[in-house]
């Protein structure tokens, strides 16, 4: 998983009037704003056939634009940016030493040093990554089961309500087309946003008047 904003902007349109030598002149009128054009109409909501036993879901939209799949989206940029911080770290000490070592004023044991630090750098910055990349796809593979594991069930109670036999996804199932109406993608995720959705805090209760 956006807002579309649109801007109208009023004008108003000022009319001259001739003026004879016998009339006082004439204060210029204002003719009244143009009238705001109506908001485009939204299509039709597309109903589900009755009787149909067929119908399809997104899972990709499914993960984009439900609360759990933008939590867990939300997750991994999270451990993704940490861990390029990280990096970004350790490669700014490497310049560092690299600019070091263009200094002509160095010893050769100091130089020699710093040759060896960049080495076990090179050699640390590149378990680093290796790592990274390690917890980033465990904690996707983690995501992804847990994900699925709470929208199994939302599926199957939507596909029970609606008496459906089969259904596809729209992504695995070669679908070149199909009634809109057989969509529950949307229905799968109010489903699926209701059943998960995050318990907010109680308010504070009002301090008692003095």
Same mark, same amino acid.
């Given at each position: 998983?956006?807002?579309?904003?649109?801007?109208?902007?009023?004008?108003?349109?000022?009319?001259?009037?001739?003026?004879?030598?016998?009339?006082?002149?004439?204060?210029?009128?204002?003719?009244?704003?143009?009238?705001?054009?109506?908001?485009?109409?939204?299509?039709?909501?597309?109903?589900?056939?009755?009787?149909?036993?067929?119908?399809?879901?997104?899972?990709?939209?499914?993960?984009?634009?439900?609360?759990?799949?933008?939590?867990?989206?939300?997750?991994?940029?999270?451990?993704?940016?940490?861990?390029?911080?990280?990096?970004?770290?350790?490669?700014?000490?490497? &310049?560092?030493?690299?600019?070091?070592?263009? =200094?002509?004023?160095? *010893?050769?044991? %100091?130089? @020699?040093?710093?040759?060896? /630090? !960049?080495?076990?750098?090179?050699?640390?910055?590149?378990?680093?990554?290796?790592?990274?990349?390690?917890?980033?796809?465990?904690?996707?593979?983690?995501?992804?089961?847990?994900?699925?594991?709470?929208?199994?069930?939302?599926?199957?109670?939507?596909?029970? &309500?609606?008496?459906?036999?089969?259904?596809? =996804?729209?992504?695995? *199932?070669?679908? %070149?087309? @199909?009634?809109?109406?057989? /969509? !529950?993608?949307?229905?799968?995720?109010?489903?699926?946003?209701?059943?998960?959705?995050?318990?907010?805090?109680?308010?504070?209760?009002?301090?008692?008047?003095?």
């Amino acid at each position: 998983m956006k807002a579309f904003i649109a801007a109208v902007v009023l004008g108003a349109v000022v009319v001259s009037v001739p003026v004879s030598a016998q009339q006082p002149p004439a204060t210029a009128a204002q003719a009244p704003p143009a009238a705001a054009a109506p908001a485009p109409a939204k299509p039709p909501v597309a109903t589900f056939p009755q009787g149909a036993h067929f119908a399809y879901i997104n899972i990709q939209l499914i993960a984009a634009e439900s609360a759990e799949g933008k939590a867990s989206t939300a997750k991994i940029e999270g451990l993704r940016a940490k861990k390029a911080g990280e990096l970004n770290d350790r490669n700014k000490q490497v &310049e560092a030493n690299q600019a070091k070592m263009r =200094s002509a004023v160095l *010893s050769e044991d %100091v130089r @020699a040093q710093i040759q060896r /630090d !960049l080495d076990k750098a090179q050699v640390e910055i590149q378990r680093m990554t290796q790592d990274a990349q390690a917890e980033l796809q465990e904690l996707q593979n983690e995501l992804q089961m847990d994900f699925q594991r709470k929208l199994g069930p939302v599926i199957q109670a939507v596909a029970k &309500e609606k008496g459906i036999h089969f259904l596809f =996804s729209q992504a695995d *199932s070669g679908l %070149v087309w @199909a009634d809109p109406g057989l /969509d !529950l993608t949307a229905e799968v995720i109010a489903r699926f946003d209701a059943a998960y959705a995050p318990i907010k805090p109680a308010a504070p209760a009002a301090a008692p008047k003095k």
